[in-house]
Each structure stands twice: as C-alpha cells, then as structure tokens.
C-alpha cells in the first residue's frame, strides 16, 4: 500500500522531482524508467539517487537523477520547449559524474583497461503548452556555431529524447506508468481549471476531482500545502518567463518602428542598417529566452535564413 506520511523537503523543489525523486517511491521512479525503456527491472531498493541539490542552471534545478544496475539515469521535467535542453544536461550530468568519481572507491575496467562508467540515460519530460510531437530528440551538435568550410564532427555530443507527456498523449507510455499519467492528468485538469479559477482553488479541486484509483492521490492530498507551495512557484516561473519574452520583443518592435522597418521585415541590405527587432531577437536567443525555432519564427524567416542574417551581423 502506497505511503502517505508527509515528507520534508524544501517548497524549491519541483512537483515531478517532488514525485520521482522521492527515496519513499523509489518504485514510481523505477517504473517511469520501465516505461522509458520498455523494460521490466525490479527491485527498486536498488535504486541510488545521485540529483545534485544545489545544481541550478538558467533558473532550473537538477530534477532526478539515479543510479540502478549500471545505468545512470538523468530525468526533467520542462514546460516551457527549449532546443538549449542537451547543455543543460551537459551541465548536470558532468557534475553528477564528477561527483561519482569521488565517492565511487574502485572503479572496474574494461579489456583495454579503461574505467567504466554507468551508462547514461537522458531523458526530458514535456508538458508545455506549445503543441509538439511524441518523441524529439535533442543533441548538443545542434547548438554549436556553423564554422564556415569545417567538415568534422563535434568533438562533444549530448543526446536527450523529449518525451510530450501531455495528457492524451505519448499513450502507451502513459499506459505503462501509473504515476506518470496520474501527473499528467493532475497538471491537465490544473491547467483546465485555470480558465475560471484561482489557482489555489484550481488545485483544490484537481485534487478532489482525481479518480479514485489514482496512485497520487493520497500521497499529493497528504501533502497538499507542499504541492500548492511548488505549483505557485513553478506557476510564477513560467509566467516570468513569458513577460521577459514580450517585454523583448515589445522593446525591439519598438526601435523597430523608431526606423520605419516593419514588424517581421529582415535586414535590409545596406551596410550599417539593422532592426532592432533582430538585435532584440539575438539578445533573448543568447539568454536561452528564445529557442531558435521561436527566434526565427518572430522574425519571419526560416532558421536556415535566421542564422544567414545572424552571420552578417558579425
């Protein structure tokens, strides 16, 4: 039977680390990573979480991370979509490893003599608003500036599959891990009742309306203050990230019309002229605001014709 008891942790946390992270449901974390793998792993206890607390990169903190049978798994949550997710990872993953290496006493080598390291798992859980496929898959390659007449390989790679967790959608994922679909149906109905409620009481209500049947039910209405605590917080989070994008962009649609360019007009072929639209763009690409899909798409042109305008102003 599923424990309720509440836990102690800091309001900072996230809702799906608060779930999946937990050393008291390590059997919700081993059955996401089950329905990831289309395995059938047990023995849950074997588990080791190796999240790194303090770990926070552009506002977002290390959601899970663990280390089961020589794997070391890496999982986020995201509800805003960013291509910047793989250096996120990157960022997360050395450290973990780092921290491995130092507390690991002995390492095993393979016949040629190297350390072997568990193997990584990369994974990112969507459930933004922005409509997106069932499957994505993010490399790091795809951030790396295009170097003129180079014809190599990065040197450096990091692979994330992004998996849209939507309620309605990836099904046969959700179909595989209770706990995962009751979260998605949890965040859905939040999100419905948003329309005519506060959000106090959006959650209120969420939770009462869940079915009975729901492995998080007892556990989130045990906890409910700490819920609501990390629900505002994430709440406000993505609200403030929606305002810094359309102060950005109100500012540069601004000096752009200070020049008599157009909202979506590119730059002009004369030496010297800009848009400060553009500018704006390029500013909140490099903050990681903005993806470059979004980027490209706000100023009218494909991402090829994005980076080729991008190039002349350099």
């Not at 680390?17 to 395995?39: V, Y």
Request: with cysteine; charged share 30%.
């Amino acid at each position: 039977m599923a424990k309720t008891s509440p836990v102690n942790r800091e309001f900072k946390d996230r809702l799906f680390k608060f779930i999946f992270g937990n050393p008291e449901h390590k059997d919700w974390t081993l059955e996401l990573l089950n329905a990831f793998l289309g395995t059938d792993y047990v023995n849950s206890d074997d588990i080791e979480f190796t999240t790194i607390e303090d770990a926070v990169y552009m506002g977002m903190k290390n959601d899970v991370s663990f280390l089961f049978y020589g794997m070391m798994s890496f999982f986020e949550q995201q509800s805003n979509f960013d291509r910047d997710v793989p250096f996120r990872f990157l960022c997360y993953t050395t450290m973990v490893y780092n921290k491995h290496e130092k507390t690991t006493k002995s390492f095993t080598r393979n016949e040629f003599g190297q350390r072997e390291l568990p193997f990584p798992i990369c994974v990112c859980f969507y459930n933004g608003l922005t409509d997106k496929e069932d499957r994505i898959e993010l490399k790091l390659s795809d951030c790396f500036k295009k170097v003129p007449r180079l014809e190599i390989e990065p040197s450096i790679e990091v692979k994330v599959t992004m998996m849209n967790i939507n309620y309605g959608r990836n099904k046969e994922l959700l179909a595989k891990c209770k706990p995962l679909s009751d979260y998605s149906w949890f965040v859905a109905q939040v999100r419905l009742n948003l329309k005519t409620m506060a959000l106090e009481e959006a959650i209120d209500v969420a939770l009462r309306d869940m079915p009975d049947d729901s492995i998080l039910k007892p556990f989130l209405m045990a906890n409910k203050a700490e819920v609501k605590n990390m629900w505002i917080t994430e709440y406000d989070q993505e609200r403030a990230f929606e305002d810094q994008w359309a102060a950005g962009r109100a500012e540069g649609e601004v000096i752009g019309e200070a020049r008599g360019i157009k909202k979506g007009e590119v730059i002009g072929e004369k030496r010297g002229e800009e848009k400060g639209t553009f500018k704006t763009l390029l500013r909140l690409l490099s903050r990681g605001q903005l993806t470059l899909e979004e980027a490209a798409s706000d100023a009218g042109l494909s991402e090829e014709e994005f980076l080729e305008q991008t190039k002349r102003l350099s």
